[in-house]
């Protein structure tokens, strides 16, 4: 089989459905590249961040996102001051890298931020609702995780920005020195390396190419109908002279 090397944006949905990672691993879909106004908001608010904080070589986003976002740039300037405040009060006096690609033997990513001095991962995710009491979502911790692996990064978070401007959430660090994330690392192997059959049907299917054959295979199939007596006309008959009383 190809050498397959998942994204560490990916690992969570494969955690949820080792059957996506197997589709994926064995039938690859073309990725369908598209912009909506919350996604070019993301795109915008995020280099705005990294420019604020000092990084450099960040490609700008381009005049499509400016354009779908228009209604929202507003909105942009205030989560991206708002976002600015809540890293630099965290780490106060601390560089950070932007945008930098990783390959490692198992997994490749794409991180937002990375502090100069290798410590430090902060991702970006512009959304609606955070999660609560500083928690990170489920889905993210896969994430972030993968980001230690190729990283080498010791410490992890998430940054939540409202996509209406009306708070940012900077998540609970997490401390991967101190609490060892071998179980979860074994688990990570398993599910990346294996070749997973199962199929689930759920809310982890939204959004995946896939989803046509997991969900043949799990809703039952319901038997053939049986094939419908032949038409003799008598009973028929009867039943309309009967109606029209003759």
């Given amino acids: 089989?190809?050498?397959?090397?998942?994204?560490?944006?990916?690992?969570?949905?494969?955690?949820?459905?080792?059957?996506?990672?197997?589709?994926?691993?064995?039938?690859?879909?073309?990725?369908?590249?598209?912009?909506?106004?919350?996604?070019?908001?993301?795109?915008?608010?995020?280099?705005?961040?990294?420019?604020?904080?000092?990084?450099?070589?960040?490609?700008?986003?381009?005049?499509?996102?400016?354009?779908?976002?228009?209604?929202?740039?507003?909105?942009?300037?205030?989560?991206?001051?708002?976002?600015?405040?809540?890293?630099?009060?965290?780490?106060?006096?601390?560089?950070?890298?932007?945008?930098?690609?990783?390959?490692?033997?198992?997994?490749?990513?794409?991180?937002d931020l990375v502090s100069t001095d290798g410590r430090v991962c902060v991702d970006i995710k512009t959304t609606t609702k955070p999660p609560a009491r500083g928690q990170v979502a489920v889905e993210h911790y896969w994430q972030l995780l993968a980001y230690h692996l190729l990283t080498g990064c010791t410490e992890a978070r998430v940054l939540y920005v409202s996509s209406k401007a009306e708070w940012v959430s900077l998540s609970d660090s997490i401390e991967f020195a101190s609490t060892g994330p071998a179980r979860d690392l074994v688990q990570l192997s398993d599910n990346l390396r294996g070749d997973h059959t199962t199929v689930v049907y759920g809310s982890a299917c939204t959004g995946c190419p896939h989803v046509a054959k997991c969900r043949d295979a799990a809703i039952p199939r319901y038997p053939k109908p049986r094939e419908a007596a032949p038409f003799s006309g008598g009973a028929a008959l009867a039943a309309l002279a009967a109606l029209r009383g003759a």
């Fill in 1 to 111: 089989m190809k050498s397959f090397k998942p994204r560490a944006s990916s690992v969570g949905k494969y955690m949820a459905c080792p059957a996506r990672l197997y589709y994926d691993r064995t039938d690859p879909q073309p990725v369908e590249h598209f912009r909506n106004k919350y996604m070019s908001f993301g795109t915008i608010v995020h280099y705005e961040i990294q420019k604020r904080l000092g990084c450099i070589g960040m490609e700008e986003p381009a005049n499509e996102d400016y354009i779908e976002a228009e209604p929202m740039l507003g909105r942009a300037a205030d989560a991206t001051a708002m976002g600015y405040d809540e890293i630099a009060k965290a780490y106060p006096g601390v560089a950070w890298n932007a945008e930098q690609e990783w390959k490692g033997e198992g997994l490749t990513g794409h991180t």
